[in-house]
Protein backbone atom coordinates (compact mmCIF):
# COMPACT_ATOMS: atom_id res chain seq x y z
CA UNK A 1 0.00 0.00 0.00
CA UNK A 2 0.91 3.83 -0.41
CA UNK A 3 -0.75 5.72 2.10
CA UNK A 4 -0.09 9.40 2.50
CA UNK A 5 -1.85 11.85 4.81
CA UNK A 6 -0.81 15.80 5.37
CA UNK A 7 -1.50 18.07 7.47
CA UNK A 8 -0.06 21.52 7.96
CA UNK A 9 -1.12 25.31 9.17
CA UNK A 10 -0.78 28.43 6.63
CA UNK A 11 -1.21 31.96 7.08
CA UNK A 12 -4.56 33.22 4.77
CA UNK A 13 -4.93 37.03 4.86
CA UNK A 14 -7.91 38.21 3.56
CA UNK A 15 -9.27 35.19 2.33
CA UNK A 16 -12.57 35.39 0.93
CA UNK A 17 -12.47 32.01 -0.93
CA UNK A 18 -15.47 29.88 0.18
CA UNK A 19 -18.77 32.38 0.08
CA UNK A 20 -22.72 31.18 0.71
CA UNK A 21 -23.82 33.08 -2.47
CA UNK A 22 -25.26 36.35 -2.37
CA UNK A 23 -27.81 38.24 0.07
CA UNK A 24 -28.91 41.48 -1.49
CA UNK A 25 -25.60 43.19 -2.40
CA UNK A 26 -24.06 41.06 0.43
CA UNK A 27 -21.77 37.94 0.08
CA UNK A 28 -20.63 36.47 3.86
CA UNK A 29 -18.42 33.57 3.90
CA UNK A 30 -19.17 30.23 4.55
CA UNK A 31 -19.47 29.38 8.43
CA UNK A 32 -19.41 25.93 10.20
CA UNK A 33 -19.85 25.40 14.09
CA UNK A 34 -16.64 23.71 15.52
CA UNK A 35 -15.61 22.44 19.29
CA UNK A 36 -12.64 23.26 20.94
CA UNK A 37 -11.26 22.80 24.11
CA UNK A 38 -10.96 25.94 26.27
CA UNK A 39 -7.18 24.85 27.06
CA UNK A 40 -5.16 22.22 25.69
CA UNK A 41 -5.13 20.30 29.07
CA UNK A 42 -8.84 21.24 29.93
CA UNK A 43 -11.33 18.20 29.22
CA UNK A 44 -14.12 21.53 29.21
CA UNK A 45 -15.13 21.98 25.59
CA UNK A 46 -16.77 25.08 24.05
CA UNK A 47 -17.97 25.74 20.37
CA UNK A 48 -17.84 28.54 18.17
CA UNK A 49 -18.97 29.21 14.30
CA UNK A 50 -15.76 30.28 12.44
CA UNK A 51 -15.03 30.71 8.91
CA UNK A 52 -14.72 27.43 6.63
CA UNK A 53 -12.49 26.79 3.38
CA UNK A 54 -14.46 23.87 2.05
CA UNK A 55 -13.31 20.92 0.80
CA UNK A 56 -15.75 20.83 -1.91
CA UNK A 57 -13.61 24.05 -2.84
CA UNK A 58 -10.77 22.74 -2.55
CA UNK A 59 -11.04 19.40 -4.17
CA UNK A 60 -12.15 21.20 -7.02
CA UNK A 61 -8.69 23.30 -7.19
CA UNK A 62 -6.58 19.98 -6.59
CA UNK A 63 -8.56 18.86 -9.54
CA UNK A 64 -8.06 22.08 -11.88
CA UNK A 65 -4.23 21.97 -10.78
CA UNK A 66 -4.11 17.93 -11.89
CA UNK A 67 -5.52 19.20 -15.13
CA UNK A 68 -3.37 22.05 -15.31
CA UNK A 69 0.47 20.33 -14.97
CA UNK A 70 -1.08 17.14 -16.83
CA UNK A 71 -1.64 19.56 -20.33
CA UNK A 72 1.65 21.14 -19.25
CA UNK A 73 3.78 17.95 -19.37
CA UNK A 74 2.79 15.88 -22.18
CA UNK A 75 1.52 16.26 -25.88
CA UNK A 76 -1.30 13.45 -25.03
CA UNK A 77 -2.96 14.53 -21.89
CA UNK A 78 -4.70 11.37 -19.94
CA UNK A 79 -8.09 13.69 -19.74
CA UNK A 80 -11.52 13.44 -20.89
CA UNK A 81 -13.51 16.47 -22.74
CA UNK A 82 -15.09 18.02 -19.42
CA UNK A 83 -11.60 17.85 -17.48
CA UNK A 84 -9.43 19.33 -20.24
CA UNK A 85 -12.51 22.28 -20.28
CA UNK A 86 -12.31 22.09 -16.30
CA UNK A 87 -16.20 21.71 -16.11
CA UNK A 88 -14.69 18.45 -13.57
CA UNK A 89 -18.20 17.34 -13.27
CA UNK A 90 -18.37 13.17 -11.83
CA UNK A 91 -18.25 11.84 -15.21
CA UNK A 92 -20.22 12.15 -18.50
CA UNK A 93 -18.65 9.48 -20.65
CA UNK A 94 -20.48 6.64 -22.24
CA UNK A 95 -17.95 4.25 -21.05
CA UNK A 96 -18.70 0.20 -20.15
CA UNK A 97 -16.52 -0.39 -16.99
CA UNK A 98 -14.34 1.16 -14.39
CA UNK A 99 -11.74 0.20 -16.26
CA UNK A 100 -12.20 2.31 -19.18
CA UNK A 101 -12.34 5.87 -17.38
CA UNK A 102 -8.89 4.77 -15.47
CA UNK A 103 -7.62 4.32 -18.99
CA UNK A 104 -9.07 7.32 -20.49
CA UNK A 105 -8.88 10.14 -17.39
CA UNK A 106 -6.53 11.09 -14.80
CA UNK A 107 -8.85 12.86 -12.94
CA UNK A 108 -11.59 10.11 -12.48
CA UNK A 109 -8.78 7.48 -11.88
CA UNK A 110 -7.74 10.10 -9.06
CA UNK A 111 -10.80 11.74 -7.99
CA UNK A 112 -13.67 9.07 -8.58
CA UNK A 113 -16.87 9.43 -9.60
CA UNK A 114 -20.48 8.23 -10.23
CA UNK A 115 -22.12 7.79 -13.05
CA UNK A 116 -25.96 7.27 -12.70
CA UNK A 117 -27.50 6.23 -16.00
CA UNK A 118 -30.32 4.45 -18.29
CA UNK A 119 -29.70 1.32 -20.05
CA UNK A 120 -26.90 0.91 -22.10
CA UNK A 121 -25.55 -1.52 -24.86
CA UNK A 122 -21.95 -1.25 -25.41
CA UNK A 123 -20.17 -0.95 -28.54
CA UNK A 124 -17.47 -2.35 -30.31
CA UNK A 125 -14.77 -0.18 -29.00
CA UNK A 126 -15.74 -0.66 -25.34
CA UNK A 127 -18.40 2.47 -25.16
CA UNK A 128 -21.76 2.29 -24.36
CA UNK A 129 -24.54 4.08 -25.88
CA UNK A 130 -27.99 5.48 -24.54
CA UNK A 131 -31.08 4.00 -25.79
CA UNK A 132 -33.89 5.88 -25.38
CA UNK A 133 -34.16 7.46 -22.08
CA UNK A 134 -38.08 8.15 -22.72
CA UNK A 135 -39.04 4.48 -23.40
CA UNK A 136 -37.17 2.75 -20.98
CA UNK A 137 -36.79 2.52 -17.25
CA UNK A 138 -33.45 3.67 -15.58
CA UNK A 139 -32.29 0.65 -13.94
CA UNK A 140 -29.35 2.07 -11.33
CA UNK A 141 -26.79 0.75 -14.25
CA UNK A 142 -23.88 2.98 -11.88
CA UNK A 143 -20.40 2.74 -12.39
CA UNK A 144 -19.00 3.88 -8.77
CA UNK A 145 -15.40 4.72 -8.32
CA UNK A 146 -14.29 6.04 -4.90
CA UNK A 147 -11.83 9.21 -4.52
CA UNK A 148 -8.23 8.55 -3.62
CA UNK A 149 -7.85 12.13 -3.15
CA UNK A 150 -9.38 12.81 -0.16
CA UNK A 151 -9.65 16.69 1.51
CA UNK A 152 -10.82 18.16 4.71
CA UNK A 153 -12.48 21.37 5.26
CA UNK A 154 -9.54 24.02 6.12
CA UNK A 155 -10.25 25.39 9.63
CA UNK A 156 -8.98 28.20 11.59
CA UNK A 157 -6.55 26.46 14.36
CA UNK A 158 -8.06 26.29 17.89
CA UNK A 159 -5.81 28.83 19.35
CA UNK A 160 -7.52 31.25 17.29
CA UNK A 161 -10.68 29.83 17.43
CA UNK A 162 -10.45 30.62 21.59
CA UNK A 163 -9.71 34.20 20.81
CA UNK A 164 -12.39 34.53 18.19
CA UNK A 165 -11.66 34.94 14.78
CA UNK A 166 -12.60 37.82 13.47
CA UNK A 167 -14.82 38.58 9.95
CA UNK A 168 -14.70 41.99 8.11
CA UNK A 169 -16.23 43.21 5.29
CA UNK A 170 -15.13 45.24 2.23
CA UNK A 171 -16.74 47.77 -0.04
CA UNK A 172 -16.59 46.89 -3.78
CA UNK A 173 -18.51 48.53 -6.44
CA UNK A 174 -18.96 47.28 -10.28
CA UNK A 175 -18.86 49.88 -12.73
CA UNK A 176 -20.15 50.00 -16.52
CA UNK A 177 -18.92 52.56 -19.08
CA UNK A 178 -21.03 53.97 -21.78
CA UNK A 179 -19.18 54.22 -25.39
CA UNK A 180 -18.43 57.66 -24.43
CA UNK A 181 -16.18 56.18 -21.73
CA UNK A 182 -18.68 57.95 -18.88
CA UNK A 183 -19.46 55.79 -15.91
CA UNK A 184 -23.01 54.66 -16.20
CA UNK A 185 -25.16 55.42 -13.42
CA UNK A 186 -28.18 53.24 -13.70
CA UNK A 187 -25.20 49.81 -13.56
CA UNK A 188 -22.78 51.14 -10.43
CA UNK A 189 -23.61 48.74 -7.80
CA UNK A 190 -21.92 48.90 -4.52
CA UNK A 191 -21.91 45.13 -2.57
CA UNK A 192 -20.05 44.17 0.14
CA UNK A 193 -18.07 40.94 0.67
CA UNK A 194 -16.69 39.50 3.98
CA UNK A 195 -12.98 38.22 4.57
CA UNK A 196 -10.99 36.75 6.94
CA UNK A 197 -8.07 36.42 7.98
CA UNK A 198 -6.28 33.15 10.31
CA UNK A 199 -3.73 30.55 10.36
CA UNK A 200 -5.74 27.96 8.69
CA UNK A 201 -5.50 23.97 9.40
CA UNK A 202 -5.50 22.08 6.48
CA UNK A 203 -5.50 17.74 6.43
CA UNK A 204 -5.27 15.62 3.13
CA UNK A 205 -5.20 12.14 2.21
CA UNK A 206 -4.11 10.35 -0.66
CA UNK A 207 -4.55 6.31 -1.09
CA UNK A 208 -2.28 5.72 -4.18
CA UNK A 209 -2.33 2.24 -4.03
CA UNK A 210 -5.53 2.31 -6.18
CA UNK A 211 -3.81 4.66 -8.93
CA UNK A 212 -4.41 2.44 -12.20
CA UNK A 213 -6.33 0.02 -9.87
CA UNK A 214 -9.96 -0.78 -10.92
CA UNK A 215 -11.45 -0.63 -7.57
CA UNK A 216 -14.33 -2.99 -8.36
CA UNK A 217 -11.35 -5.82 -8.84
CA UNK A 218 -8.06 -5.23 -7.10
CA UNK A 219 -6.22 -8.14 -6.52
CA UNK A 220 -4.94 -10.67 -8.34
CA UNK A 221 -5.36 -14.64 -7.21
CA UNK A 222 -1.22 -13.91 -6.53
CA UNK A 223 -2.20 -10.97 -4.55
CA UNK A 224 -0.97 -8.88 -6.80
CA UNK A 225 -2.65 -5.46 -7.95
CA UNK A 226 -4.21 -5.57 -11.34
CA UNK A 227 -3.37 -2.73 -13.58
CA UNK A 228 -4.97 -1.05 -16.44
CA UNK A 229 -2.64 1.22 -17.35
CA UNK A 230 1.24 0.19 -17.40
CA UNK A 231 3.32 0.16 -14.40
CA UNK A 232 5.78 3.59 -16.00
CA UNK A 233 2.05 5.44 -15.96
CA UNK A 234 1.21 4.28 -13.14
CA UNK A 235 3.90 5.80 -10.90
CA UNK A 236 3.80 9.08 -12.84
CA UNK A 237 0.08 9.39 -12.25
CA UNK A 238 1.13 8.79 -8.39
CA UNK A 239 4.00 11.54 -9.18
CA UNK A 240 1.92 13.99 -10.57
CA UNK A 241 -1.10 13.40 -7.20
CA UNK A 242 1.78 14.10 -5.09
CA UNK A 243 3.02 17.67 -6.99
CA UNK A 244 -0.62 19.06 -7.12
CA UNK A 245 -0.05 18.71 -3.29
CA UNK A 246 2.42 21.24 -3.52
CA UNK A 247 0.64 23.31 -5.86
CA UNK A 248 -2.60 22.64 -3.43
CA UNK A 249 -0.47 23.88 -0.48
CA UNK A 250 1.00 27.04 -1.59
CA UNK A 251 -1.44 28.44 -4.21
CA UNK A 252 -4.45 27.91 -2.60
CA UNK A 253 -7.57 29.33 -4.58
CA UNK A 254 -11.40 29.49 -4.69
CA UNK A 255 -14.43 31.74 -4.85
CA UNK A 256 -13.38 35.79 -5.83
CA UNK A 257 -9.71 34.48 -6.29
CA UNK A 258 -9.79 37.09 -9.40
CA UNK A 259 -10.27 40.29 -7.41
CA UNK A 260 -9.66 39.03 -3.56
CA UNK A 261 -6.75 36.46 -4.44
CA UNK A 262 -5.31 35.54 -0.62
CA UNK A 263 -1.93 36.06 0.50
CA UNK A 264 -0.33 32.74 1.88
CA UNK A 265 2.18 31.35 3.48
CA UNK A 266 2.60 27.39 4.92
CA UNK A 267 3.98 28.00 8.18
CA UNK A 268 4.56 24.29 9.52
CA UNK A 269 3.41 20.88 7.75
CA UNK A 270 3.60 17.10 8.97
CA UNK A 271 3.16 14.11 6.47
CA UNK A 272 3.59 10.42 6.89
CA UNK A 273 3.84 7.70 4.15
CA UNK A 274 2.99 4.67 5.06
CA UNK A 275 1.90 1.02 3.58
CA UNK A 276 -0.77 0.31 6.88
CA UNK A 277 -3.77 1.40 7.22
CA UNK A 278 -3.71 1.80 11.04
CA UNK A 279 -1.37 4.92 11.09
CA UNK A 280 -2.87 7.80 12.08
CA UNK A 281 -2.31 11.67 11.44
CA UNK A 282 -3.73 14.48 14.22
CA UNK A 283 -5.09 17.31 11.88
CA UNK A 284 -3.42 20.75 12.62
CA UNK A 285 -6.42 22.05 13.62
CA UNK A 286 -5.64 20.99 17.15
CA UNK A 287 -3.08 22.72 19.14
CA UNK A 288 -1.37 19.75 20.64
CA UNK A 289 -1.03 17.72 17.44
CA UNK A 290 2.17 17.57 16.63
CA UNK A 291 2.53 15.33 20.58
CA UNK A 292 -0.53 13.69 19.65
CA UNK A 293 0.79 12.12 16.18
CA UNK A 294 3.48 11.51 17.13
CA UNK A 295 2.65 9.98 20.25
CA UNK A 296 0.30 7.35 18.72
CA UNK A 297 2.34 6.07 16.05
CA UNK A 298 3.42 2.55 15.21
CA UNK A 299 6.78 2.15 15.94
CA UNK A 300 7.64 0.94 12.32
CA UNK A 301 6.56 0.80 8.41
CA UNK A 302 6.23 5.03 8.29
CA UNK A 303 8.22 7.71 7.34
CA UNK A 304 7.13 11.02 8.75
CA UNK A 305 7.99 14.15 7.08
CA UNK A 306 8.10 17.80 8.54
CA UNK A 307 8.32 20.82 7.50
CA UNK A 308 9.21 23.72 10.29
CA UNK A 309 8.25 22.07 13.37
CA UNK A 310 12.00 21.64 14.66
CA UNK A 311 11.47 23.36 17.76
CA UNK A 312 8.04 21.46 18.80
CA UNK A 313 10.10 18.35 18.12
CA UNK A 314 13.38 18.79 20.18
CA UNK A 315 10.40 20.15 23.05
CA UNK A 316 9.13 16.20 22.76
CA UNK A 317 12.24 14.38 22.34
CA UNK A 318 13.41 16.05 25.76
CA UNK A 319 9.68 15.58 27.39
CA UNK A 320 9.75 12.05 26.19
CA UNK A 321 13.54 11.16 26.38
CA UNK A 322 12.68 8.00 28.95
CA UNK A 323 10.29 6.92 26.52
CA UNK A 324 12.85 3.80 24.90
CA UNK A 325 10.47 2.90 22.50
CA UNK A 326 8.73 5.77 21.86
CA UNK A 327 12.15 7.04 20.67
CA UNK A 328 12.45 4.73 17.85
CA UNK A 329 9.84 7.42 16.31
CA UNK A 330 12.04 10.36 16.18
CA UNK A 331 15.07 8.65 14.28
CA UNK A 332 12.28 8.04 11.20
CA UNK A 333 11.84 11.71 10.96
CA UNK A 334 13.30 13.51 7.80
CA UNK A 335 13.33 17.06 8.77
CA UNK A 336 13.05 20.25 5.49
CA UNK A 337 14.15 23.79 5.13
CA UNK A 338 11.94 24.39 2.55
CA UNK A 339 7.89 23.36 1.09
CA UNK A 340 9.84 21.97 -2.05
CA UNK A 341 12.11 19.81 0.06
CA UNK A 342 9.03 19.00 1.93
CA UNK A 343 6.91 17.61 -0.79
CA UNK A 344 10.57 16.36 -2.80
CA UNK A 345 10.79 13.59 0.18
CA UNK A 346 7.10 12.85 0.09
CA UNK A 347 7.39 11.92 -3.27
CA UNK A 348 10.76 10.14 -3.33
CA UNK A 349 9.63 7.57 -0.24
CA UNK A 350 5.68 7.38 -2.03
CA UNK A 351 7.78 5.93 -5.38
CA UNK A 352 9.68 4.01 -2.89
CA UNK A 353 6.86 1.92 -1.71
CA UNK A 354 5.28 2.00 -4.57
CA UNK A 355 7.91 0.55 -6.86
CA UNK A 356 7.84 -2.39 -3.89
CA UNK A 357 3.84 -3.48 -4.93
CA UNK A 358 3.72 -6.73 -6.75
CA UNK A 359 1.70 -4.84 -10.16
CA UNK A 360 0.01 -7.13 -12.95
CA UNK A 361 -1.46 -5.33 -16.18
CA UNK A 362 -4.80 -6.41 -17.32
CA UNK A 363 -4.96 -6.56 -20.96
CA UNK A 364 -7.53 -5.63 -23.22
CA UNK A 365 -8.93 -9.09 -23.90
CA UNK A 366 -9.48 -9.35 -20.12
CA UNK A 367 -11.02 -6.13 -19.97
CA UNK A 368 -13.57 -6.81 -22.86
CA UNK A 369 -14.23 -10.44 -21.56
CA UNK A 370 -15.19 -8.80 -18.24
CA UNK A 371 -17.23 -6.06 -20.05
CA UNK A 372 -19.39 -8.90 -21.62
CA UNK A 373 -19.86 -10.71 -18.83
CA UNK A 374 -21.33 -7.76 -16.85
CA UNK A 375 -23.60 -7.08 -19.71
CA UNK A 376 -24.85 -10.61 -19.52
CA UNK A 377 -25.02 -9.99 -16.20
CA UNK A 378 -27.45 -7.03 -16.34
CA UNK A 379 -29.44 -8.77 -19.12
CA UNK A 380 -29.93 -11.34 -17.37
CA UNK A 381 -31.75 -9.24 -14.77
CA UNK A 382 -34.12 -7.38 -16.94
CA UNK A 383 -35.31 -10.44 -18.24
CA UNK A 384 -36.50 -11.52 -14.76
CA UNK A 385 -37.84 -8.54 -14.03
Not at 117 to 139: H, I, L, M, N
Not at 250 to 269: K, N
Amino acid sequence: MVLVRFTGRMLINLSSLSTEGAVGNYNPLQRASVIFRKNPSSKELDVSDVPVITGNMLKHWHAIAIRDLEVAGTSKPALCEDCLRGVMMRTRLPLASEHRYIQKCVIDDLHGFLLARGEQEVTSEGETQEKDAERVERRGLAIRRESLVKIGNALPVEEHVRRGVSIDSLVHNRIVLKETGEVDKNYMMPFRREYTSSYFAFYAAADLTYVGVPMSDPYADDGSLKIVIDNNERLRRIGLALDVFMVYFSDVRGAGSSRSLPHTELLEAVALITSKKASSLISAFYEDYVEQTFTSLPLDDVTIVIYNIDEKIEKLKEKYKNNVEGLKVWERIYRTETVKDFFRVIKEKSFELARQEKVKEIGEEDIKKLETEVQKTRSGKKKKS
